[in-house]
């Protein structure tokens, strides 16, 4: 192999991979919206201190001390980003230079000349690449002597610490900077690929020739392998401080980290690292004592259980044990891990989205104090902060211990693809959500937030310095020049000053008039505020000249003056930070740390993850529930249920904060690429979910649309209004009706992708909704036609807006399985029969007027087959009572899902079940006929209660009789069958109002073929239009073509029943001699007796009323009988109610008697129903004789 196999990149191309002056595509920005343009005013920012630098106070050194440190951050965070995103130059060429290096035994001089030929190219390709990476090493490491110069200067300065010339500001400026050291000293060890690109290229640019500055190289890249070089210089640097100055420093600085810590004094998520990790150095600075410092291990135990790594720049991190360690102070300190509440902290972020949009609207109104919307506002940074650090030590916990899976040798790819259980990924998804929502939202409202913050700010900062200092001057009475030399030109400097206004002259601490404070919209610079805190902490720390009396009289400073400096101080610790709220907003919203992986691909020496490595897809495909491992919840066919799959959206978002980075501080356009690519494949995805979202989006729509607003109502009282379903649909219908839909730079064609599984959804829906038919039969009906509507109005709606979906009906048909050639028994008829023959015939009672069954036991659906989740229980909620009555519209919404083959199958299978039914009564009657005597009636003089009280003893016995019950019970049974025959046959009536039925109204002829509607023409004029169509109307309908089948087929069953056995018949010639009476009228007499009986006593065995265990069936059984028989008469004549009603109206005695007035109350009930049964029945069976009649003529 030559060196023309080797392609270099250009160096142009290389300066285009990792400088990035533009952004190359707008969707990259934050959040994928466009980045806001914030104004700042002058000497707004913590780097621009000139204002305040060349005074004489003593804050100015200090200013000047953080403006170092501030330009010593940077130049670190440059340093580190720029390290971060190099990647291994050599590893892709090292095979191909080391086969070109080799050199044969037998050389020959042409040979020779090639191979040193080759040698110059390599040198000439690499000499660049090598020179560019020696740069950056080396002036990593000349920054990083300098900075440590700079801190042991600081520490060594005993004027610093023993005057008190120090502040919180100092300490927190020296542990950002120390935070960024670490992460350099860290970070060229952790990534080998820095020193083996050193040595390969060194080796390879000075192939075949001399190295001049060998020994420097060497120890660049002694420094570079080093562990803890720059810490160690450092401790090294230290050690000629004395040991009395290390431990007033340590006494200094650690326990104002420990306070930052405990009592969370930080803004920035990252300054919680920053500080624990200078104190992890102070021990190591100066070691403390265990037994005077146990504060100080109590305080690193407690840490090393909460935060048992300590991040330091995206996955790159140290274990907070191994560091402790290195102290030699505490060596028993055991590893553990880190327990956070994320349940917490969800419901903090929960919370503060319900309530922080009210508060803000009523903090603008002026109706909340300014103060109270800032502490508010400050704690949910703060919680975004924490919630931002669980997030990152989560994923770094479970990189640095990868579970054993001996299928993926990758230990990142173990540990992100497997490392993460289904409660771990499911807590990820919810806060991150959450987190980016908090974030939005105090983004959404910035413009109020800053002018609200701002309010508070400046009165704040201009009452202490207006007000609060010069009460300080005015209670000094020792050292008040002193005092006054610090006081009167920090106030003068940063005092908002009226033209006029006195700053001094009031000597009264009891009748002081507070100085006006005006409320402007320019906020108070961060930099005064720096200043101003600086200034007072000199004049409270422990060595300053004030404090320095041994007596407290003789100090310049009292105890009332000391705690109002420190209530400022407290107040205004985090003011700095919350001026800067953009920035702040930014750091604390971005996300892009749970994508990057560099120091990984050096870790696992590889060039490349795959996408599954990636934890923005792991989320994304949890979200979608689409690996089995991740999915446990499944509905009734099985299918994973998607439950978190609306929070898909939310992971993509960790794509844009990462492609933002990279453009902004990484600035490589080589990450941007990877990026992009990956949410490409990402975003392929999110097809189902946009399906989902749709469908539901639609569907709820479509619901709320159906429930009327009455029922609304009493069902939000049961519902959180927070789960009330929202119309999202209106939201989605533009977007739809595009061709093409851009997320994130990609083009995704919605109307293509989103159909098929659309069109799934429909289908599933339709088949769940149908399913209720097996478990609640016909009750069920009205919701299943209902939700079917839905399901269709939902279908319409998708497909004006642009989708094109299968034909409901054929959905519907697939589902009842009415599309195959057997369709006449599917299983919804099969369902019909049993629902109809066994569970409505023997577990519902009958009501008439109107005709309805209730069940003994109505069941409660779940909600998934009305909808997905609260939709679903609404609609179950608000269609429940229709499961708990069976009525006409029942039986009607099931005919219209049949076709006429299937009726008349079902009415096949019916008679089959009716003829067995009415078999068994017989069998009973027959061996209970006989007992059932009807004696003769007493005379109408007998008074009412003894013509009762006779019929009673007669009958009482049968109260009792299980043989009467289970008589009754067949003809519940019976009845209730035929009641539900008369119902299907209104129900089909109603269906089929075809031409045919028309014309039957129009020229209808009766039985006799006698046409009766032909004076229909008397109304239209002869000729017209109307009158010629009429008489075009070729088929008739008779008389007996229009008898409802249902009935008609079931009165022919018993009529044949009683024409072949006889049972029903009378043969007695005397009707009025009731003790000779034969027929089923004089039986009924009996039976109608004992069943009113039974309702007043409530016999039969069960706690509830006969009338509600046997229903009406009873009595529309008994009376469809005695109307086909034609017994009427007879009836009449037997009827002992009738007979006691009768003498009830002539014995006004009785009147008293509750019992008897039971009786007849309930008598009317049940000769009401008799004889409304006997109505329906008798003009059919009538009509159906006459045909008979005629047909046999």
Excluded at 176 to 183: D, E, N, Q, S
Excluded at 457 to 465: A, S
Excluded at 764 to 790: M, N, P, Q, R
């Amino acid at each position: 192999m030559t060196i023309k196999s080797i392609v270099f990149p250009t160096q142009s191309g290389i300066d285009e991979w990792n400088n990035i002056e533009k952004p190359p595509i707008v969707e990259d920005v934050e959040i994928s919206s466009p980045a806001s343009t914030f104004i700042h005013y002058t000497n707004m920012s913590y780097f621009h201190h000139a204002l305040f630098a060349k005074t004489h106070l003593t804050a100015s050194r200090e200013i000047n001390t953080i403006q170092l440190f501030d330009d010593c951050i940077k130049a670190a965070d440059h340093f580190i980003y720029d390290l971060y995103a190099r990647r291994s130059i050599t590893k892709a060429l090292l095979p191909s230079v080391d086969r070109s290096e080799v050199i044969p035994d037998n050389e020959t001089p042409q040979q020779a000349e090639e191979r040193q030929a080759r040698q110059a190219a390599v040198r000439k390709a690499t000499e660049p690449l090598f020179t560019e990476l020696y740069i950056l090493l080396n002036d990593c490491k000349t920054f990083a002597s300098d900075t440590v110069s700079h801190l042991i200067r600081l520490f060594s300065d005993n004027g610093v610490w023993s005057n008190g010339q120090y502040s919180a500001n100092l300490i927190h400026a020296i542990c950002r900077l120390f935070y960024r050291l670490a992460t350099l000293d860290e970070m060229h060890l952790i990534k080998p690929s820095l020193a083996n690109d050193f040595s390969n290229l060194m080796s390879y640019a000075f192939s075949g020739k001399g190295n001049q500055n060998q020994n420097e190289y060497i120890q660049l890249k002694q420094w570079i392998s080093a562990e803890n070089s720059i810490e160690n210089e450092l401790l090294d640097g230290t050690k000629e401080i004395p040991e009395a100055l290390r431990s007033k420093v340590f006494h200094i600085v650690m326990p104002v980290l420990i306070d930052f810590i405990e009592k969370k004094k930080y803004v920035v998520p990252e300054d919680l690292y920053a500080y624990l990790r200078t104190s992890l150095f102070m021990i190591r600075f100066f070691t403390p004592d265990q037994k005077s410092d146990s504060n100080v291990k109590d305080f690193l135990l407690n840490q090393a259980m909460a935060h048992p790594v300590i991040p330091l720049t995206i996955e790159i991190a140290s274990t907070f044990t191994d560091l402790v360690r290195k102290s030699n102070a505490f060596p028993n300190l055991k590893p553990t891990k880190a327990n956070y509440n994320y349940d917490q902290l969800q419901s903090e972020l929960h919370n503060f989205l319900i309530t922080f949009p009210a508060h803000i609207t009523l903090a603008n109104q002026g109706d909340l104090d300014v103060s109270q919307i800032y502490d508010e506002i400050l704690h949910c940074i703060q919680l975004i902060g924490r919630t931002k650090n669980a997030v990152r030590e989560l994923l770094i916990q479970k990189l640095l211990y990868p579970p054993d899976n001996p299928t993926i040798k990758s230990p990142f790819e173990r540990s992100v693809r497997i490392g993460f259980s289904n409660a771990d990924l499911k807590t990820v998804l919810h806060i991150i959500s959450l987190w980016r929502s908090a974030h939005d939202l105090l983004r959404d409202h910035f413009a109020t937030i800053t002018r609200l913050v701002t309010l508070h700010i400046n009165r704040t900062v201009q009452n202490f310095i207006k007000n609060e200092l010069e009460k300080i001057l005015i209670r000094c009475k020792k050292m008040k020049d002193q005092v006054e030399a610090i006081i009167s030109p920090l106030r003068e400097l940063t005092g908002d000053w009226m033209r006029g206004e006195e700053r001094t002259g009031q000597s009264n601490i009891k009748n002081f008039k507070d100085h006006t404070i005006l409320d402007k919209l320019a906020p108070t610079p961060p930099a005064t505020i720096e200043f101003i805190r600086i200034q007072v902490s000199h004049m409270i720390n422990e060595g300053n000249e004030l404090l320095r009396p041994v007596k407290p009289k003789d100090r310049g400073l009292g105890s009332d003056d000391i705690a109002a400096i420190n209530n400022f101080l407290n107040a205004s610790e985090n003011f700095e930070s919350i001026l800067l709220f953009d920035e702040v907003l930014i750091d604390v919203g971005d996300q892009s740390d749970l994508y990057f992986r560099e120091v990984q691909l050096d870790i696992n020496n590889v060039t490349a993850f795959p996408i599954r490595a990636s934890l923005p897809f792991v989320l994304c495909e949890y979200a979608l529930s689409a690996r089995k491992s991740y999915g446990t919840e499944k509905d009734q066919h099985g299918k994973v249920v998607p439950e978190n799959a609306e929070l898909i959206f939310y992971p993509l978002a960790i794509y844009d904060d990462a492609a933002n980075r990279a453009r902004t501080k990484l600035a490589s356009k080589m990450l941007m690429d990877e990026i992009m690519g990956e949410a490409t494949i990402c975003l392929s995805t999110l097809t189902t979910l946009i399906s989902d979202f749709t469908f539901n989006a639609f569907r709820s729509y479509a619901t709320m649309k159906y429930i009327p607003d009455n029922i609304q109502e009493g069902l939000k009282k049961t519902v959180d209004p927070d789960q009330w379903p929202q119309n999202r649909s209106y939201r989605l219908i533009t977007m739809i009706q595009q061709n093409s839909y851009y997320l994130h730079g990609q083009n995704l064609d919605l109307r293509s992708l989103i159909t098929k599984v659309v069109d799934g959804y429909m289908c599933d829906s339709v088949e769940s909704t149908v399913g209720l038919f097996d478990k609640y039969g016909i009750a069920s009906g009205i919701a299943v036609t209902k939700t079917l509507d839905i399901l269709n109005d939902t279908r319409r709606l998708l497909c004006e807006a642009g989708l094109t979906l299968m034909p409901f009906e054929l959905m519907v048909k697939s589902a009842l399985g009415i599309s195959v050639p057997s369709s006449f028994h599917t299983r919804l008829m099969e369902g019909l029969k049993e629902d109809i023959c066994h569970n409505i015939a023997y577990k519902c009672y009958m009501r008439s007027n109107p005709t309805r069954f209730f069940p003994d036991n109505p069941g409660v659906p779940g909600s998934a087959s009305f909808g997905k989740g609260n939709l679903g229980k609404i609609l179950r909620d608000a269609l429940l009572p229709t499961f708990s009555v069976i009525t006409n519209e029942h039986f009607s919404v099931i005919i219209r899902l049949l076709d006429s083959g299937t009726i008349a199958q079902l009415l096949k299978d019916i008679q089959a079940d009716f003829s067995k039914k009415i078999e068994r009564f017989v069998e009973l009657y027959n061996k209970q006929a006989p007992k059932l005597q009807r004696f003769k009636d007493e005379p109408m003089n007998t008074p009412s209660t003894l013509v009762f009280d006779r019929f009673e003893g007669a009958y009482r016995f049968f109260a009792e009789d299980t043989e009467i019950e289970k008589l009754f019970k067949a003809m519940k049974a019976l009845g209730n069958i035929m009641s539900i025959a008369s119902m299907l046959d209104i129900s089909i009536a109603v269906k089929k109002l075809t031409k045919m039925h028309i014309a039957g109204f129009l020229r209808g002829s009766s039985i006799d073929g006698k046409e009766y509607n032909d004076e229909i023409f008397n109304f239209l004029p002869e000729g017209s239009v109307a009158s010629d169509a009429i008489k075009r109307l070729d088929e008739r309908v008779t008389g007996k073509d229009v008898h409802p089948p249902f009935i008609s087929a079931l009165i022919r069953q018993i009529y044949d029943t009683s024409e072949k056995t006889g049972i029903f018949d009378e043969r007695a010639i005397n009707y009025l001699m009731f003790e000779t009476l034969t027929g089923f009228a004089r039986a009924w007499s009996v039976l109608e007796f004992v069943f009113c009986i039974n309702c007043v006593d409530n016999k039969m065995g069960s706690s509830l009323s006969p009338l509600q265990v046997y229903g009406e069936g009873v009595m529309f059984i008994a009376g469809a009988i005695i109307a086909i028989i034609e017994q009427e008469n007879i009836h009449f004549a037997t009827d002992i109610g009738r007979r006691i009603m009768r003498v009830k109206g002539l014995d006004f005695a009785s009147a008293n008697n509750d019992r008897l007035a039971r009786f007849c109350s309930l008598y009317e009930l049940e000769s009401s129903s008799l004889h409304w049964a006997i109505s329906v029945i008798s003009p059919i069976a009538k009509q159906m004789k006459l045909a008979d009649q005629y047909e046999d003529k």
